[in-house]
């Protein structure tokens, strides 16, 4: 019996567990259990103010977050002010019952609800649209959020790396790297040459590579550390539009700023345009730097968002269905997934920095006749 | 539509991370690993270019190596035939010489021979002449002896001058 055929009857097996489970399980609840596994992905995907371990959410092991906000002054205070506050019913501007509940904490004057905060309006209450969104305004929220501490973690864990890695070279020389040298250093040449060099000619590169390397570094490690299920990892920050936007910004910003008049006049004058069509070129190339950084914005954010949600919608199965040996089917198709998510760490990492350095690289180009 | 919207406080803390770490990771980290790969990338290259200098340099001083050992042994053989053609010359010279020298010899022997020849002959010469003077002298005296010899004699003489 060769594995395929292991793996074969261990699928039947489930199949067959589950067709049981079905028929005696309400049809119903299975819809109801959907909903909640896709509230439970949704809640991981975005940011919070509290990093929960394990246990139920209300009640649970959770670690609550300083909340930071600019309000006419620094306001700060704990998250567990925001999360076991009053619940309170949400209602429309006609006072129709919306159907969920908020948290409002007049003490502070905020109400809480999908884990944004919101200023509470004079009878402490927040207002609602017809489609339950909230209209109040909202103060600056600086709070360490659990994707600002992964941040932070991720941003420890880059420099013992790499401090590490430099302190041998300070304490060695020149000489062949050894323990974490010899896992850095494949990686900083990877990125000099096949990122930087490969892309930025002419002799520029050393200019742009600690920026690369740093781009490189920080994606790379922040996604491995999206991929570890528990403190410090599992948040998932890469997979952040607010981190990706950042990122893509600094790229756009080091694009345009060493654009040299070569590039600018590809923009504004592209050569063998006749000028009868530049009134429309011009724009196009405009919408252009900005469709670029764009991109890198958007495919990093997907690819993270995406891996986080397979492997917690497969680890969902076991929860919709409320059979553990769904297990046999959702745990190595999530182990897969996670396996595969090592390689899309590391590509998205390269694919970012690449890309990067792709555009660094037409922006320094020198005319060539 | 959450997932797609920025918010503030996350963007301002990875743009101040980023940034922090962008200017440690530049100034501790990415300049002295760079420095260190380069150098030892640079030594790599110099190692090795050196070693096929070397090479190089070994294979020709074996070439010059052999070309000087050709170049002594053609010399070694090239005064090896000098000094024997010089010695067969010598040789030869040296008998052509003796040659000369004996011939020279002989014939002024031969020639000192032939003048002592000369010179006895002549007197032997000169001896018998005055041997046969002194013999005549003695033969004539005899004959003059007595009258009838004389007339004998002076006879003889003048049938002698007559059938001359």
Redesign the interface.
């Known amino acids: 019996m060769n594995l395929k055929n292991v793996l074969k009857s261990i699928v039947l097996t489930c199949l067959a567990v589950f067709s049981l489970n079905v028929s005696f399980a309400n049809e119903k609840k299975t819809e109801e259990n959907m909903e909640d596994a896709e509230l439970d992905i ?1 809640h991981h ?3 919070a103010h509290e990093w929960h371990l394990w246990g139920p959410e209300h009640g649970g092991t959770t670690i609550y977050l300083p909340v ?1 906000l600019m309000d006419g002054g620094m306001k700060t205070f704990s998250s567990e002010e925001l999360y076991d506050g009053n619940e309170v019913e949400a209602l429309d501007e006609d006072g129709h019952d919306l159907g969920f509940k908020y948290v409002a904490n007049t003490e502070l004057g905020y109400g809480f609800i ?1 884990e ?1 905060i919101y200023k509470l309006n004079g009878e402490g209450k927040l207002n609602f649209s017809k489609e339950g969104h909230p209209e109040n305004a909202r103060p ?6 659990k ?2 501490l992964s ?2 973690f991720g ?1 420890i864990l ?2 013992i790396l ?2 590490t ?2 302190s041998f ?2 304490k060695n ?4 790297p050894k323990g974490l ?1 010899k896992f ?2 494949p990686l ?2 990877f990125v ?1 040459d096949d990122v930087a060099k490969a892309n930025i000619h002419g002799g520029k590169h050393e200019k742009y ?3 690369l ?3 490189f ?2 994606i790379f490690i922040n996604n491995l550390m999206g991929l570890i299920p528990i403190l410090p990892g599992g948040a998932n920050l890469t997979g ?4 990706t ?3 893509a910004v ?1 790229t756009l910003l080091i694009t345009v700023l060493s654009g040299n008049k070569n590039y600018w006049s590809h923009i504004f004058a592209a050569p063998g345009v006749p000028i009868a069509l530049l009134p429309i070129m011009i724009p196009i190339e405009l919408v252009g730097i900005l469709t670029k950084p764009f991109a890198l914005m958007i495919r990093l ?1 997907a690819n993270m ?1 995406a891996g986080h949600i397979i492997v917690l919608a497969l680890i969902s199965i076991i929860f919709v269905n409320q059979s553990a040996w769904w297990g046999f089917l959702s745990v190595p198709m999530a182990l897969f997934i996670s396996v595969l998510e090592l390689l899309v760490c590391f590509l998205q990492a390269y694919l970012f920095a690449m890309l990067s350095a792709l555009f660094i690289g037409a922006a320094v180009e020198e005319h060539h006749h | 539509m959450d997932l797609i919207l920025p918010e503030t406080g996350l963007m301002f803390w990875t743009g101040l991370v980023f940034v922090l770490l962008l200017f440690i990771l530049t100034k501790f980290v990415w300049k002295p690993i760079l420095n260190a790969v380069n150098t030892r990338e640079q030594s790599i290259t110099a190692s090795l270019e050196l070693a096929e200098k070397t090479k190089a340099e070994m294979m020709a001083l074996q070439t010059q190596n052999e070309n000087l050992l050709k170049e002594a042994r053609a010399e070694r053989d090239a005064i090896v035939r000098e000094a024997k053609e010089l010695s067969t010359s010598m040789i030869e010279e040296a008998k052509t010489t003796a040659k000369l020298e004996a011939e020279k010899i002989i014939t002024s022997a031969r020639e000192s021979i032939n003048n002592e020849k000369i010179a006895a002959i002549a007197e032997l010469k000169v001896q018998i002449a005055e041997f046969s003077i002194s013999i005549a002298e003695k033969v004539v005296r005899e004959e003059l002896t007595s009258d009838t010899k004389q007339t004998a004699l002076a006879e003889k003489l003048a049938a002698d001058f007559k059938l001359n």
């Open positions: 949704i995907i975005k940011d930071i999908h944004k600056f929220d600086f709070s360490i959020t994707n600002t941040l932070f941003a880059i420099i790499t401090v890695a430099a070279y300070k020389g020149a000489v062949a040298a850095i250093e900083v040449v000099r590579l600690p920026y390397l740093t781009i570094f920080f952040n539009i607010s981190v936007i950042v990122l600094f954010f968002a």
